[in-house]
């Protein structure tokens, strides 16, 4: 397992190099500003809204990471044919495929813990608030975090599948990110025809989209696993 | 070697079938390969020998029939085959960004059975830079990579899908080598599929000849090449060819001149030519992998 551990950071390089940069890259931004308008807003209540701001633009950003990694996942050593390679080398099916979620989970773990840290840790420290969930306002982290929360697990469930059902890395990674928004463009659709609250808009979104990422991750796991590389004719290649 | 070859065969298929839609790749192909022999199997493109050998090594679903490697059902067992067994494939596959020793140092951890100092051997007999990356090397340096791979793991059993295509005489040359000496060293069973009919000449002890996804031929290389003989007949004015004798694999009529290549062949199918037909002339002619290959295939498809 750690040499297909190994194998799979190797492959991920650049996605988890992007990743860094869109994790901590807002957190840059929000130092570099700072130390450039010299921390006017250091000491009031600005504060806490720079920190929040921050953190929803990194899980924003983080949203990239998450639908690259997932369509990279599976597709990305379908496209150069490595895929093969590795298919005639003893590791099962199910351990390849579990090194690849160990990889790709963990990380988009990663990015939610530093962020939450960031949130539930730093923004109470540098500020007067006592814990974030006391912060009240337009984006509050109350209820962005689970948007983005299940918008995350969306796109990774769709980037996934799509990961395992094609040759396409750019193109499993693009469904990845339009996920989430045809969810929200779907149940749009719902409210225009049926007015429903925002609070229901907001509730459906998280609900549908937690429950279609988790089935497409379900359903691309299955498919890999199922399915025997390269199942293509030899003579007409 | 001859002391395990009547033992229980090292690979084994039965009634292998591979369909692609409608198109039949192998069909109900039975094979046995006594262990510690090496197993020369040939066709033209498209015959399924390919296809038969991924079915072997798991990476295709067979539509009907099993397949064994050592024993263990290749469908059920596939990650314990693949222990136990080395894989040269036509085309290399290996991650193009990884350097030799990467790739070496990766399947180290996957073989249970992965010999260091064999390792440390293979890389000087195959002058590999273990600081290169893969995408550097030439096509040969790769197909030795390849084959020092399905070596070092110590397999019993090396399936080797033409990997010797592409590859300019020099490499091959050294390729074989390698091969040569793993046979001559171990008693590995080697199933060795090629265009070069040379290389399977030398290298193998049995022949197997697919065309369409059928067995054509499957015997001794001796055998074959001994058995099957190009028989050049003249017959009188006014006498034209009729049946051919048993064991006919390809025959080509031009007014009085006959040729026929049978296998089998034996004195008694001069005295059935002659008892038939008005002959005036027979020249027995001695062939060639090649030419037992191309009349085999021809032969087929004349009577197709």
Known sequence: MTALLWKDYRVNRLVLGLGIVLLLGPFLIFFTHNLYTGWRFGETHWWPHWWIFTCIASLGGSLITIAALGGNAIAGERIDRSAEFLAYLPPSRLAVITSKIILTVGAGLLIWIVNLAVLYGVVPLASALPNVAFYAGDGDPMTMIPLFAAATVMTFGAAWLSSALMSSPGVATGIGIVAPWVVALALGLVDYLFYLTDAAVVSWFKITSVTLGLLCFVVGTVYYLRRVEPETPTFHR | MTSTRTCRPAIETIELTKRFGDKIAVDNLTLRIPSGTTFGFIGPNGAGKTTTIKMLMGMLRMTAGGARILGIDVTADTAAMKQRVGYVPELHYIYRWMRVHEVIGFCRRLYETWNDRRCAELL?????????????????????????????????????????????????????????????????????????????????????????????????????????????????????????????????????????????????????????????????????????????????????
């Not at chain 2, 300019?168 to 000496?181: M, N, S, T, W």
């Not at chain 2, 694999?249 to 005295?271: C, K, M």
């Open chain 2, 124 to 304: 000087d007999l195959f002058e590999l830079d273990t600081g290169k990356q893969v995408r550097q090397l030439s096509k040969g340096m790769v197909a030795k990579l390849s084959l020092l791979l399905a070596l070092a793991h110590e397999p019993e059993v090396l399936i080797l899908d033409e990997p010797t295509s592409g590859l300019d005489p020099l490499i091959r040359e050294e390729f074989l080598d390698g091969v040569l000496r793993t046979i001559c060293e171990r008693e590995h069973t080697v199933l060795f599929s090629s265009h070069t009919l040379s290389d399977v000449q030398r290298l193998a002890d049995t022949i197997g000849i697919i065309y369409e996804g059928r067995l054509l031929a499957h015997c001794p290389t001796d055998e074959l090449l001994t058995g099957t003989k190009r028989l050049r007949i003249v017959l009188h004015d006014g006498c034209s060819p009729g049946e051919p004798p048993d064991g006919t694999i390809w025959q080509s009529r031009q007014r009085r001149e006959w040729l026929l290549t049978v296998r089998g062949f034996t004195p008694a199918t001069l005295e059935y030519l002659h008892n038939r037909y008005a002959v005036e002339n027979v020249d027995v002619l001695d062939l060639g992998l090649e030419d037992v290959f191309k009349d085999f295939v021809k032969g087929r498809r004349a009577s197709a």
